[in-house]
């Protein structure tokens, strides 16, 4: 049975006279079932971007290359790959090839080469890339850039120019290991590439997470999905956002199509997969009795030039002088709101802790602490525990760690917008 995209909303479609702005969550789900079938793309690509730079050196670059080898062995046949090593400037260690035995063993005896020098220009990594994965334009094309450093500050406005030029024709998950790189710099290319950031405390782990991207790279076989949104004559998108699995701001990357509907990029997706997004849409108020159509949210995927519609949901507005509808939050609304202010309590507490504002940093991770016992995410509670002692979670009463190891402030901070889910009986 072929995969289909099914598209549901959940909103309280009720506003209080005078009202405008309608939330809703839509949930996309990739499953076996009745509805457009969905086309596989033609084939996946694999690209490897590892920094060579001179901080490289010694372990590090023993386990990368090991981990390269690891990666390599784990393709699968009918898959292409390269590999790009970078430091101030890129180098192909093996173009485009299909993962057959032989390519496996050449591939592998060039990664044995590689040795770690020089400086981080990470535009030219990105440029080098890019140029591989244009060979094969209707594959999913998926990228792992590790790094342990941060990227030249002379490199900062050619780094833009050069996402702008990768954006769209594949996604790239960004991992740094150790601590001596930047967060913010990483999260800048994942964003803009629909990708991942995180963090490898140590060089032992750089395997695991190599094999963990691998193995999900190669479960997506449908490319290109944008979410296409429709809405009325002087409606306005106040925001679009991924919000589950984890927090991606899509606002400022909407594209025309025609007047009134714009497209935001998903990128590829698997089997089974399923994502939340948020929409604010503001409309134009109406009167007690009135109802509207506020939007249109759509699925469409594109290959071989031919788009394809294959999931559809209404966001809806109904105007009402009944107070216990219009008050009523819906439940995911609400859960996901809380999702976002808890991303950005921890972002701008762990900012504070950095400038010494011990008052600040106390305040915003407390509120973090309640928002993530509120909301059941465990797995950010757990990380928050690294930097503050928690004396209540319910009322958010905690106290900062005077010392906090720098890799765990570094995995809080990375995984800051990673959400739970809220359950399917709520």
Request: charged share 25%; with cysteine; glycine share 8%.
């Amino acid at each position: 049975m072929s995969n289909k995209f099914t598209a549901e909303v959940f909103q309280n479609q009720y506003l209080s006279e005078g009202a405008k702005e309608v939330h809703a969550i839509m949930t996309v789900t990739v499953e076996e079932g009745e509805g457009v079938a969905v086309a596989a793309s033609t084939g996946r690509l694999f690209g490897i971007i590892c920094d060579i730079s001179g901080s490289m050196g010694g372990n590090k670059i023993h386990a990368a290359k090991e981990a390269m080898v690891k990666v390599v062995n784990l393709l699968p046949e009918d898959a292409h790959f390269f590999i790009v090593t970078g430091a101030g400037k890129a180098s192909v260690v093996f173009p485009v090839s299909k993962a057959t035995f032989d390519k496996k063993q050449q591939a592998i005896a060039a990664i044995k080469n590689i040795m770690a020098n020089g400086g981080t220009l990470m535009s030219t990594w990105l440029a080098e890339a890019l140029k591989q994965f244009t060979k094969i334009p209707d594959a999913v094309r998926q990228a792992l850039l590790l790094t342990d450093g941060q990227n030249d500050d002379s490199d900062e406005q050619q780094l833009k120019k050069v996402l702008q030029m990768c954006e769209g024709i594949f996604q790239c998950d960004c991992r740094g290991v150790g601590t001596d790189w930047r967060v913010a710099q990483l999260r800048e290319i994942a964003t803009k590439l629909l990708g991942t950031t995180d963090i490898i405390p140590n060089v032992e782990m750089i395997e695991a997470d190599f094999r963990a991207i691998l193995e999900k790279a190669m479960s997506k076989d449908v490319s290109d999905v944008s979410l296409r949104l429709w809405t009325p004559q002087g409606a306005k998108v106040l925001f679009c956002k991924q919000v589950s699995p984890d927090i991606v701001d899509l606002t400022h990357r909407a594209k025309s199509v025609k007047p009134q509907v714009v497209d935001y990029p998903t990128g590829a997706w698997g089997k089974k997969e399923s994502r939340d997004y948020h929409f604010c849409i503001e409309v134009n108020p109406g009167n007690v009795g009135d109802e509207m159509l506020a939007g249109r949210a759509s699925l469409v995927y594109t290959l071989n030039g031919t788009e394809t519609k294959v999931a559809e949901a209404r966001i809806l507005a109904t105007w009402t002088d009944d107070d216990a509808k219009s008050t009523k939050i819906n439940r995911r609304v609400a859960h996901y709101t809380g999702q976002a202010e808890l991303a950005e309590s921890i972002q701008e507490g762990l900012e504070a802790r950095s400038r010494g504002d011990i008052e600040v940093a106390t305040a915003k991770l407390g509120k973090a602490v309640q928002l993530a016992h509120e909301s059941g995410n465990e797995a950010t509670a757990k990380l928050l525990k690294t930097v503050v002692d928690v004396q209540d979670a319910p009322t958010g009463t905690v106290k900062l760690k005077r010392e906090v190891a720098k890799e765990d402030a570094m995995a809080l901070e990375t995984r800051s917008t990673k959400t739970t889910r809220i359950s399917k009986s709520q």
